[in-house]
Structure formats: structure tokens, C-alpha cells
T-cell receptor
Framework: EAQVTQNPRYLITVTGKKLTVTCSQNMNHEYMSWYRQDPGLGLRQIYYSMNVEVTDKGDVPEGYKVSRKEKRNFPLILESPSPNQTSLYFC????????????FGQGTRLTVV | SQELEQSPQSLIVQEGKNLTINCTSSKTLYGLYWYKQKYGEGLIFLMMLQKGGEEKSHEKITAKLDEKKQQSSLHITASQPSHAGIYLCGADGGWGNKLVFGAGTILRVKS
């Protein structure tokens, strides 16, 4: 089954404790991206990757890192999480870019206390 | 940067009624996407519009992109409880690499 898989689905952590949210897709898509969703603000793009080893900042990259060492994986790293990073995070992939239908993961609800 | 404004922010309709959700862009739209999201879950792709004046339908949902390519509307005919959720419009910034979204419209359907 074609899908984007995020882990974990739920995470509660403390301020400053490094964490990684994994994202994997099995569709051989070139393009992957991360979003955060906050009430009243909709989805905002954090980082995106056009291909392996090619990543770029979205609209809200501060406090996040990403890497794209393999085509299928695009982890999101929070080196020192803060409470303002409490949010619902989505990973998405599409065949070649934003001109194609995007497939979204189920989301990761992160709470930083 | 491009911004998308959706209206209304939320909507409660009686089952069987029609409804329309609008998405207005601050810049020309090169590609406009409609997604549906159930609470706390991932987004499901509904349809994509690229040409001015284009109209697409999927079951009882129809979306249009106006001629000037700065506004899109999503119309649901004879709403059902299964239509409830959050509808988001998204747009290609024009370079094929960044996607922006509206804040979403929460739809509730009363049976």
C-alpha cells in the first residue's frame, strides 16, 4: 500500500531534550516536506526536499533540522525543543514537486513541557 | 509571500443542504489544491486546478478556479455527515517547490 509513515504518532517531551520524528514513504517520490499545523494558522511549511541531499527552508524553519540521506526517509530533528514547538506535525511526499498530488502522513502530535 | 484566505472559518449545515467554501489568493495561482482533513488526521487530496476557468468534480464535490486565477470555490451538493471535516486549500508558489495553505474551513453537518 502506498503510504507516508510518521513515527511516533504522539510524543510528550521536556524542554531542551533532543528528539527526532521519522518520516518514510514507499512511493519513490522525489519531493518530501514537513509542515506544522496550529489552530487558526493552518499548515505552515517547515522544510522541504526536492531530492536526496537537497533540502531547503520553508516558511517556519527556526528550531528545526532535516536531512535527506535516502530518497524514502526525511526525518525532522528538534535539537532543543521549546514549548512553542508544541504542534501537530505532518510529513508529505509527492512525485516531483508541488505540481503533483501530495500524500500526507497521519501526523505526529508533539507536546513540549 | 503568497497568502491564502479561506472563508468561512467554520460552517454548520443541515444534512442535505448545499454549501460553498472560498479560497482567495494574494497572488496569481499556478496550481490550486483542495484537501480534506478529519480531525487530528492526515490530509486527503480532493482535486487540483491549474487553468483559469477550470472546474472539476468528485462525487458531490465541485471545485472551480476563477478566470483571473486568484480565487477558488469548493461546492458540496446535498451534504452528508461523511462530508464533515476540515477543508484546506493549498497553492503552489509558482516555483514547484513550496506549498502554502489556507487556515482551513471546519465543516459540521447536522443530521
Amino acid at each position: 500500500e502506498a503510504q507516508v509513515t510518521q513515527n511516533p504518532r504522539y510524543l510528550i517531551t521536556v524542554t531542551g531534550k533532543k528528539l527526532t520524528v521519522t518520516c518514510s514513504q514507499n512511493m519513490n517520490h522525489e519531493y518530501m516536506s514537513w509542515y506544522r499545523q496550529d489552530p487558526g494558522l493552518g499548515l505552515r511549511q517547515i522544510y522541504y526536499s526536492m531530492n536526496v541531499e537537497v533540502t531547503d527552508k520553508g516558511d517556519v524553519p527556526e528550531g528545526y533540522k532535516v536531512s535527506r540521506k535516502e530518497k524514502r526517509n526525511f526525518p525532522l530533528i528538534l535539537e532543543s525543543p521549546s514549548p512553542n514547538q508544541t504542534s501537530l506535525y505532518f510529513c508529505a511526499s509527492s512525485p516531483a514537486g508541488t505540481g503533483d498530488e501530495a500524500f500526507f502522513g497521519q501526523g505526529t502530535r508533539l507536546t513540549v513541557v | 509571500s503568497q497568502e491564502l484566505e479561506q472563508s468561512p472559518q467554520s460552517l454548520i449545515v443541515q444534512e442535505g443542504k448545499n454549501l460553498t467554501i472560498n479560497c482567495t489568493s494574494s497572488k496569481t495561482l499556478y496550481g490550486l489544491y483542495w484537501y480534506k482533513q478529519k480531525y487530528g488526521e492526515g490530509l486527503i487530496f480532493l482535486m487540483m486546478l491549474q487553468k483559469g476557468g477550470e472546474e472539476k468534480s468528485h462525487e458531490k464535490i465541485t471545485a472551480k478556479l476563477d478566470e483571473k486565477k486568484q480565487q477558488s470555490s469548493l461546492h458540496i451538493t446535498a451534504s452528508q455527515p461523511s462530508h464533515a471535516g476540515i477543508y484546506l486549500c493549498g497553492a503552489d508558489g509558482g516555483w514547484g517547490n513550496k506549498l502554502v495553505f489556507g487556515a482551513g474551513t471546519i465543516l459540521r453537518v447536522k443530521s
